[in-house]
């Protein structure tokens, strides 16, 4: 009990300095400094992530249920060529060979999601548990220690058990928020003994904007200026719930962190000079990253949010604002419950005013009344949104650091894709991503800025949503045509794992020779990549063509014998 009310005092303590540490950002201030040649300070944590949807496949075996994604993906037209995530990279058949890869690069940390319905198929703990799912993880788990590799694992990356959006309705209903605890509960009970660093949601802002207001992610639903927003409450609930029951049960037993990751864009005003674009830049972030940040930070949603959700419902006629209302009791139950941020982040925009009048009808983007732009002269490796601004995200820290108390921080995706149609394992636009990101997040450490560990995104190719498989952000290749799902290491592998080995950028010479020394090496990956075409092609001769020509081997030398009995005979 002692112990249980010290912990308190201290939580107490540091949300008091980190209220008192806040600070206004200067959008006037905006840096674009030449490369930082310094390192990371000692015990910085590298890694890289995945997610269970993305990567397991496995999604019928050993009594696993069906997952939203699972059903989304065989309705014809959601995704990029009708593919679906049911074999995947194979990860769960895979994961000793992944293990391998990371133990390779050296990472310290391996960031992964468990499946929701692999170990709950119906959803609910009452029901019944996968003993065979928990096993797998389990052995995840245990051969990531044994390889001095820390678990950071997600709890919800986007698969929720299909039974529950049938019944209730998803993210839209209330009860989620004790089914999600309930599932995380069983989750700290069989794992967290060895697990230490817990994310309960993955990117909140895609779950709620893409799943229940755009429809282009599972479970498709299209409920315009209400439905993102009733999602997103009952997450932050489901949140602020999970971390009070490991506060409260497992904490002092475990010892380990419970935080979120929040995925953002960093918004620029088109001209730091004009504050109607400062304000609509900061709308940006705070329609972005705060809509779950503040709450989760201050206690209830940035004003701006309030404000203008609640103006343009009551020019619509509405008797109340579309932006759901924490109560009191609520608003402190949420307040302060993150050990520690997770920050994804891939690319910037340009943003300016822009009005949208209210009787166009209601939605979460016309609520924000702004617009994006982007530069032209942004690299652009063929991902249509993802742009290489590397400065954008120094600022984006920055910006976490003075509107949050400066929270301890876990980059936990960070990462760029590409579109070809001829596959080149020297990618050179990934190691220059890389190199650039990476330097902008040293110099935000060097401002200040409390940043722990970095996390690659991804360790490899994997379905991408509903880009299906045509978009790849992996350190590792994987040839999809292949029943085997192999893995070709590219050309920023060596590099990344040279800024691992150097714990950041030692000096210039030494950096500008990792990009010549690992194009080199991917020479002997695209060979073998080259000669896959003919291994798939053998194995087909081995698993068509052999059996059949036996076959008729078989038959012809039983119709010669008959030929010879009768001629005897």
């Not at 059903?71 to 060979?97: M, P, Q, V």
């Not at 904007?209 to 999602?231: F, R």
């Not at 971390?243 to 005003?269: F, N």
Request: hydrophobic share 35%; with cysteine; aromatic share 14%.
């Amino acid at each position: 009990m002692l112990q249980r009310c010290i912990l308190r005092m201290y939580h107490v303590l540091a949300l008091v300095l980190c209220v008192s540490a806040r600070e206004d950002f200067d959008w006037t201030k905006n840096e674009k400094t030449s490369f930082y040649y310094s390192t990371f300070p000692t015990g910085f944590s590298w890694g890289a992530g995945s997610s269970a949807y993305q990567t397991e496949g496995a999604w019928n075996i050993d009594g696993k249920g069906m997952s939203i994604w699972d059903a989304f993906t065989r309705k014809k037209g959601k995704i990029f060529l009708n593919d679906t995530g049911d074999t995947s990279c194979e990860g769960y058949y895979k994961f000793k060979d992944d293990i391998n890869l990371m133990k390779d690069m050296k990472l310290n940390h391996y960031r992964f999601s468990i499946s929701w319905p692999r170990i709950l198929p119906s959803g609910l703990k009452s029901e019944h548990i996968n003993e065979k799912g928990i096993k797998y993880y389990e052995d995840l788990i245990n051969m990531l220690l044994d390889n001095k590799i820390t678990p950071i694992v997600t709890l919800y990356h986007w698969d929720l058990p299909q039974v529950l959006q049938e019944k209730y309705g998803g993210w839209q209903n209330v009860t989620m928020v004790n089914y999600f605890n309930d599932f995380a509960n069983l989750c700290f009970e069989r794992f967290g003994h060895k697990v230490k660093y817990w994310i309960t949601f993955n990117n909140p802002w895609s779950i709620a904007v893409e799943g229940y207001e755009t429809g282009e992610h599972a479970p498709g639903m299209k409920l315009k200026g209400t439905g993102a927003y009733k999602a997103a409450h009952h997450i932050i609930k489901a949140h602020a719930k999970v971390w009070h029951t490991y506060d409260m049960q497992w904490r002092s037993k475990q010892k380990g962190l419970v935080g979120i990751s929040l995925t953002a864009d960093w918004g620029e005003p088109v001209d730091i000079t004009n504050q109607k674009d400062i304000e609509a830049a900061e709308r940006y972030i705070q329609f972005y990253l705060g809509w779950f940040a503040t709450p989760i930070f201050n206690g209830d949603y940035p004003q701006v949010m309030k404000d203008y959700i609640g103006r343009k419902s009551g020019q619509q006629g509405l008797g109340a604002s579309r932006l759901p209302v924490f109560s009191p009791q609520e608003k402190s139950y949420i307040k302060g419950t993150c050990d520690f941020l997770g920050l994804g982040h891939f690319t910037t925009r340009y943003v300016t005013l822009k009005n949208y009048p209210s009787g166009l009808g209601d939605s979460y983007f016309a609520d924000r009344d702004l617009a994006e732009l982007v530069d032209p002269k942004w690299p652009d490796p063929g991902s249509e949104w993802l742009y290489s601004v590397p400065w954008g995200f120094r600022r984006l820290l920055n910006f976490v650091k003075t509107q949050y108390g400066n929270p301890m921080v876990y980059v936990t995706e960070n990462g760029v894709s590409e579109k070809m149609i001829c596959t080149d394992l020297c990618d050179d636009w990934r190691m220059q991503y890389f190199k650039d990101y990476i330097n902008e997040m040293l110099k935000a450490v060097k401002d200040g800025v409390n940043v722990k560990g970095y996390t690659a995104w991804s360790l490899v190719d994997n379905f991408e949503w509903d880009e299906g498989f045509s978009e790849r952000f992996g350190l590792y290749y994987v040839d999809f045509r292949n029943k085997n799902k192999p893995r070709y290491p590219k050309a920023s592998v060596q590099f990344y794992k040279r800024i691992i080995s150097s714990n950041g950028f030692p000096n210039q010479r030494e950096v500008e020779s990792w990009k010549r020394k690992a194009v080199e090496t991917c020479a002997s990956s695209n060979q073998l990549l080259a000669a896959d075409p003919l291994i798939g092609h053998m194995e087909m001769v081995s698993e068509i063509v052999i059996p059949t020509v036996c076959t008729l081997c078989i038959l012809l030398s039983a119709v010669f014998l008959m030929f010879l009995l009768r001629g005897r005979i």
